[in-house]
């Protein structure tokens, strides 16, 4: 009786084991039944990082600007990075930047004059290079790049591009004249404006250039003798060489013509140049690119001892202190300001690049024939550009663009000179 028992209990816990194995189809069935019912064990999947986004303001013409978009859209497609360019009227970009930064509503990235970057890093409003700049800066970039964006023992602006002001010439014009270059020292004004008429064949108009724009007004004043290298002084100081230089420009007037004079007409300067009615014109070596005329030449001034000779303009990317997102703006500043984006931005704006290594292969990168001496000029151009420099320059450009016009005496033009940033 008991082993009967056995087998059948046996029987029974078989049986049992037998309908708690599912087999494979039931295991299907049970699995289509589920539904929208989420499987007990998810799959780990990468998790996508946060895509960051920056917004950058810039200032420069529609065809620069064009650039400058298809660079971003480049960085944007390899980059987990969305960036809003936003170009801002050159006229308008000191005072609209200034509003937003005090405001704290401004964008994460700024362009700015390299003049305006020690006003802006002392009022607060930006971010030391070194909290979002990886790369290295000193010596590596054009010391009269980086200067201006020193302050307080900090780096304040990451280069982007230079753009020195040159003489373009007409070779038949100052060959009539009995010269082979335009005069590159005060001592050679004084002889060219002292003999007059007397010993050379003037032209019509002997310098043209844009008489609102500050920084070919005050390259004009250092050229005829004012002022000597000075980091204390102001720029606009009326010391002994730059009442010099005032009465060599009282000389100059009536053979200089503004582009936005009524002298110039319906003709530009460039089509005066042409047709040998302009000796030389004083410009910015983009706007010379932009012009190529066959029988003229390019010329940066010379470089003098204890003398500023021409200004270097220029620009710099700068992080706003209200930034929220620092990182992603220095990577894509970083991007904007390699070797790679630099030659593009050359060949395609004519603004030249900061990188010292594109100037020691000027021939590969297709750098102009007198690059060697802008490469050579050091930092004798970088003026100091103090907390007051932005709002002296403005006053100036006013002051100038009166007296070149027939508005403003000389007595008068020298006394309001002396008293900017007084």
């Given at each position: 009786m008991?082993?009967?028992?056995h087998?059948?209990l046996f029987?029974?816990?078989?049986?049992?084991?037998?309908n708690l194995?599912p087999?494979?189809?039931?295991?299907?069935?049970?699995s289509?039944?589920?539904?929208?019912?989420p499987?007990v064990?998810?799959?780990?999947?990468?998790?996508?990082q946060?895509t960051?986004?920056?917004?950058?303001?810039?200032?420069?013409n529609?065809?620069?600007?064009?650039q400058?978009?298809?660079?971003n859209?480049?960085?944007?497609?390899?980059?987990?990075?969305?960036v809003?360019?936003?170009?801002?009227?050159?006229?308008?970009?000191?005072?609209?930047?200034?509003?937003l930064?005090?405001?704290g509503e401004?964008?994460?990235v700024l362009?700015?004059d390299n003049a305006?970057?020690?006003?802006?890093?002392?009022?607060?409003?930006?971010?030391?290079?070194?909290?979002?700049y990886?790369?290295?800066?000193?010596?590596?970039?054009?010391?009269?790049?980086?200067?201006p964006n020193e302050w307080?023992g900090?780096?304040?602006?990451?280069?982007?591009d230079a753009?020195?002001y040159v003489y373009?010439?007409?070779?038949?014009?100052?060959?009539?004249?009995g010269?082979?270059?335009p005069?590159?020292?005060?001592?050679?004004?004084?002889?060219l404006?002292?003999?007059?008429?007397?010993?050379?064949?003037?032209?019509q108009?002997?310098?043209?250039?844009?008489?609102s724009?500050p920084?070919?007004?005050?390259?004009?004043?250092?050229?005829l003798?004012?002022?000597?290298?000075?980091v204390?002084?102001s720029?606009?100081?009326?010391?002994?060489?730059?009442?010099?230089?005032l009465?060599?420009l009282?000389q100059?007037?009536?053979?200089l013509?503004s582009?936005?004079s009524p002298?110039?007409?319906?003709?530009?300067?460039?089509?005066?140049l042409?047709?040998?009615?302009?000796a030389m014109?004083?410009?910015t070596?983009?706007?010379?690119?932009k012009?190529?005329?066959?029988?003229?030449?390019?010329?940066?001034?010379?470089?003098?001892?204890?003398?500023?000779?021409?200004?270097?303009?220029?620009r710099s990317?700068a992080?706003?202190?209200h930034s929220?997102n620092?990182d992603?703006?220095g990577?894509?500043?970083?991007?904007m300001?390699?070797?790679?984006s630099?030659?593009?931005?050359f060949?395609?704006?004519?603004?030249?690049?900061?990188?010292?290594a594109i100037?020691?292969?000027?021939?590969?990168?297709?750098?102009p024939?007198?690059?060697?001496?802008?490469?050579?000029s050091?930092?004798?151009s970088?003026?100091p550009?103090?907390s007051?420099?932005?709002?002296g320059?403005?006053?100036?450009?006013?002051?100038?663009?009166?007296?070149?016009?027939?508005?403003?005496?000389?007595?008068?033009?020298?006394d309001?000179?002396?008293?900017i940033?007084?």
């Amino acid at each position: 009786m008991k082993r009967k028992n056995h087998w059948v209990l046996f029987a029974l816990l078989l049986l049992a084991l037998i309908n708690l194995s599912p087999s494979k189809e039931t295991g299907l069935v049970r699995s289509e039944d589920r539904g929208d019912e989420p499987p007990v064990s998810v799959p780990q999947t990468e998790v996508p990082q946060e895509t960051g986004q920056i917004r950058v303001a810039v200032q420069m013409n529609e065809a620069d600007f064009r650039q400058l978009e298809q660079m971003n859209r480049t960085f944007m497609d390899s980059h987990k990075i969305q960036v809003e360019l936003t170009n801002v009227a050159s006229e308008e970009a000191y005072a609209s930047f200034q509003n937003l930064l005090k405001l704290g509503e401004s964008p994460d990235v700024l362009l700015l004059d390299n003049a305006w970057v020690r006003q802006f890093a002392a009022d607060g409003y930006l971010l030391p290079t070194e909290i979002y700049y990886s790369g290295v800066l000193s010596g590596e970039v054009l010391s009269v790049s980086l200067i201006p964006n020193e302050w307080n023992g900090y780096v304040w602006g990451v280069p982007a591009d230079a753009d020195p002001y040159v003489y373009v010439f007409s070779d038949a014009v100052l060959k009539d004249m009995g010269m082979d270059t335009p005069p590159d020292s005060p001592d050679a004004w004084n002889d060219l404006l002292a003999s007059g008429s007397e010993k050379r064949r003037l032209p019509q108009h002997l310098l043209g250039m844009d008489g609102s724009d500050p920084y070919a007004s005050l390259t004009l004043l250092w050229q005829l003798g004012g002022a000597r290298e000075n980091v204390q002084a102001s720029p606009f100081a009326l010391n002994g060489e730059m009442r010099a230089a005032l009465k060599r420009l009282e000389q100059l007037r009536p053979l200089l013509i503004s582009s936005d004079s009524p002298q110039a007409g319906n003709q530009d300067l460039w089509s005066k140049l042409q047709r040998g009615e302009l000796a030389m014109i004083l410009t910015t070596a983009s706007e010379a690119a932009k012009h190529p005329q066959a029988g003229t030449t390019v010329m940066f001034p010379g470089k003098q001892r204890d003398r500023f000779t021409t200004w270097i303009a220029g620009r710099s990317f700068a992080v706003s202190s209200h930034s929220q997102n620092a990182d992603a703006a220095g990577e894509w500043i970083e991007a904007m300001t390699s070797s790679d984006s630099q030659s593009q931005w050359f060949e395609a704006t004519g603004h030249l690049p900061v990188s010292r290594a594109i100037y020691d292969e000027a021939v590969k990168y297709k750098l102009p024939d007198w690059i060697s001496s802008f490469a050579a000029s050091g930092a004798i151009s970088a003026v100091p550009a103090g907390s007051g420099l932005p709002a002296g320059l403005e006053e100036f450009s006013g002051l100038m663009k009166q007296y070149l016009n027939g508005k403003m005496s000389a007595g008068s033009f020298a006394d309001k000179l002396g008293r900017i940033g007084q």
